[in-house]
Every structure is written in structure tokens, then in C-alpha cells.
């Protein structure tokens, strides 16, 4: 980076002539890794997915330390134009998964991306405005008084994916963090804010993906996200929700599902004569139901 920071980068080429190039940001505790089966897919169909390390994260110098939104929507602006300065005139895509997503949106108020289109998997958008008010003070003070202090999910119930394999294998990966520090819980609660607050400034060219068994990012948090979104007739904005989906939703036992369509989504961006994909249900439906 412009800092002299260095930020791990996988990498899984096309195994034909590549036609498009993804930039993939992971989610919050996770790292490239995260992008195996994303990459290889894609790779088999013709589509380039290069994965980075995000600050404090994987093989990153100072591991499990947040060191800002605004660092971090700097290193994706970065990568975007190292990526579009190697592979030249191949279309380039954003995939943000969770975290990764947040940082994606935040960055669109800073400036254009330089991406042909953005997909958001799961995008991390629970704003503060869709917490409790006894849940913001707890993080407000906890931030304030100890902020080193690791935390972690147990007791919580949560299920991130039904792919019980995958997750026992993040448990044993050394890479994957664990207990999280509390300032980097507030920190990513800052970015949520910021990325949902980007609703509207979302422009043509988006694919957003939400599992609808997500209580990592639950579903009222991301209505009202959804609810937000730009609704001009022309808007090339496509949302998919899926009835068995979870957070993890490439990585999910029906993770293929959503790697087609994603696939699809990029081919359709580069041959504008192939048939758009079409979302499978009304935010209204999703949002309105209980």
C-alpha cells in the first residue's frame, strides 16, 4: 500500500482465457481463505478472483488490531487500481462479503469505484440505528473503558452456515480470529453505520445477495438497508434472496446456488444480449414478512 503496508493477496486465474477479473474482500475475523471455493469456481468458468488480506486480518502485520474504515476503503481503492493496472482491459467486479461488503458501500461515498460493477454477499449493514439503545451504550462504554479486551460469540446461539464442516475447519485454521477485541467491535459497528447509510448512493451495475437464515446480519437490520435502495425503473440493480441461505452463503452446503449466479450475473455485466438475472423475490415480500 502507499504506507509501505503489506497485504497478503491470493490469487486463482482462469483456466481459459479469463474474462473478467473479481476483487474479493472478506469478511470481519476471516482472510482470503475465504474465497477458496468462490475462486475455483469462478476460475473453471472463465472469470480471474484475486482475494486480499484486509488490515489486521490473515497473514497481516498487528493480527487481530482495527486499524480504521478510512484505512481500509483506502487499501480497497488500492487494490482496484493495482488489479485494473495488470489485467488491463478485462472487466473488473468488487465482491465484498460481510465486513468486506461494508467496506465496499462506505467507500462509495468517498469516491467513484473504479469497478464495472460490485457484488455484496451478505453485506454487513447493521447500523446502529437498528440496535437497542441498552446494546449501543454496552459497546460505548465497553469501547471506552476496555477496549483491548477480547470477546467472543459463545452463548450467542448464532449459526453462520449450515456447512458444519467448513465452520469446525475455520475453528481449527490459526489465521481465523476468535475472540475479538472490543474496539474492533466498535470499529466494524462505526463502518456498519457508514455502509448503511449508502443505500441510495448505490448506482447501476450492483448484484446483492442476502440468505434469509442470516442472523449474523438479521433480517430487520437488512430491510431496512434494502428498504433504502434506489427504485428507478432503470436502476440495473438485481437482489436475490435465498429461502435456505446463510451468512456464509458461498459457503453454505448450497453454496454452488449462489456461485452460479454470480457467474451468470458477471457474463450477463460483459454480453449485455444475454438475459438478465432475474431476482427471486420482492424486497417488499422479504421485508414485509415476519
Known sequence: MNDAYRLPVTRWEATENSRAVVLAAHGLNDYSNAFV???????AHGITLLAYDQ???GGTAEHGVWHGADR?????NTMTALVRQRYGEQSLFLL????????????LGKAPLQADGIILVAPAVWSRASMPAYQRLALWIAAHTMPDRPLTGKGLHLHP???????????RDPLVIKPTRVDVLYGVSNLMDVAADSARQISDHTLILYGLHDDIIPRQPACRFFLQLPDNPGQDLTVIFYANGYHMLTRDLQGEVVLADITRWINVRNDPAKP?????KRIEQVCGEP
Open 37 to 43: 471455493e468462490t475462486g475455483k469456481y469462478l476460475a
Open 55 to 57: 488490515r489486521g486480518f
Open 72 to 76: 481500509m476503503i483506502e487499501d480497497l
Open 96 to 107: 465484498g462479503e460481510s465486513m468486506g461488503g461494508a467496506v465496499v458501500l462506505a467507500s
Open 161 to 171: 452456515s449450515d456447512n458444519i464442516d467448513m465452520l469446525r475447519a475455520l475453528s
Open 276 to 280: 438478465p438475472l432475474p431476482g427471486n
